[in-house]
T-cell receptor, first 118, second 113 residues
Framework: GAVVSQHPSRVICKSGTSVKIECRSL??????MFWYRQFPKQSLMLMAT?????????EQGVEKDKFLINHASLTLSTLTVTSAHPEDSSFYIC??????????????FGPGTRLLVL | GESVGLHLPTLSVQEGDNSIINCAYS??????FIWYKQESGKGPQFIID?????DKRQGQRVTVLLNKTVKHLSLQIAATQPGDSAVYFC????FGAGNMLTFGGGTRLMVKP
């Protein structure tokens, strides 16, 4: 099946620094990718939809200037948490639809990135 | 008061028993539903899916039931094994919203050997 990877898997940073998280579709192309955030013991909350070749679409309440998304190619989307603060500490997960981003059902999830901001 | 979502409901079962995990979804127009399994520190893993024009679908050891009348979804796991211990999420997809998934709150399944 399709594989989605994330890098890094875990990152610890100081408050005020920026952190970049990569999401790659390894054996398929994805014109759309999704970024989720998951706090401990909670469900996944969609943050934004990353669109190749155009601007990302952010969910209500998500600051687009704080969470910068760049869909650089058909296999790579990046999420940059700018000026990170301890409350940004969370588990960030990306996903990609399995058939080039068309309206299909199967979403493949990355393994997640654990961010800890000190 | 207690905030919603801070504590996952937990289902504890004995190894070998059947498990039933329930989920109430929100959008009566949702077209497609998926169950995911998430182990600690990992991303969600697809288990089984069902379209809105179906009421039951079976996989290997798993069955999903859909009751659109009451907007209820359930996941049945037969002969539960210790490896089934994880958090289970249901997700709904409304094709009118593209590929966006809306996740339910999750249930932690603990299997006792």
């Amino acid at each position: 099946g399709a594989v989605v990877s994330q890098h890094p898997s875990r990152v610890i940073c100081k408050s005020g620094t920026s952190v970049k998280i990569e999401c790659r579709s390894l054996d398929f192309q994805a014109t759309t990718m999704f970024w989720y955030r998951q706090f401990p013991k909670q469900s996944l909350m969609l943050m934004a939809t990353s669109n190749e070749g155009s601007k990302a679409t952010y969910e209500q309440g998500v600051e687009k200037d704080k969470f910068l998304i760049n869909h650089a190619s058909l296999t790579l989307s990046t999420l940059t948490v700018t000026s990170a603060h301890p409350e940004d500490s969370s588990f960030y997960i990306c996903s990609a639809p399995g058939d080039g981003g068309r309206i299909v059902e199967t979403q493949y999830f990355g393994p997640g990135t654990r961010l800890l901001v000190l | 008061g207690e905030s919603v979502g801070l504590h996952l409901p937990t289902l504890s079962v004995q190894e070998g028993d059947n498990s039933i995990i329930n989920c109430a979804y929100s959008n009566s127009a949702s077209d497609y539903f998926i169950w995911y399994k998430q182990e600690s520190g990992k991303g969600p893993q697809f288990i089984i899916d069902i379209r809105s024009n179906m009421d039951k679908r079976q996989g290997q050891r798993v069955t999903v039931l859909l009751n659109k009348t009451v907007k209820h979804l359930s996941l049945q796991i037969a002969a539960t094994q210790p490896g089934d211990s994880a958090v289970y999420f249901c997700a709904e997809n409304y094709f009118g919203a593209g590929n966006m998934l809306t996740f339910g709150g999750g249930t932690r399944l603990m299997v006792k050997p």
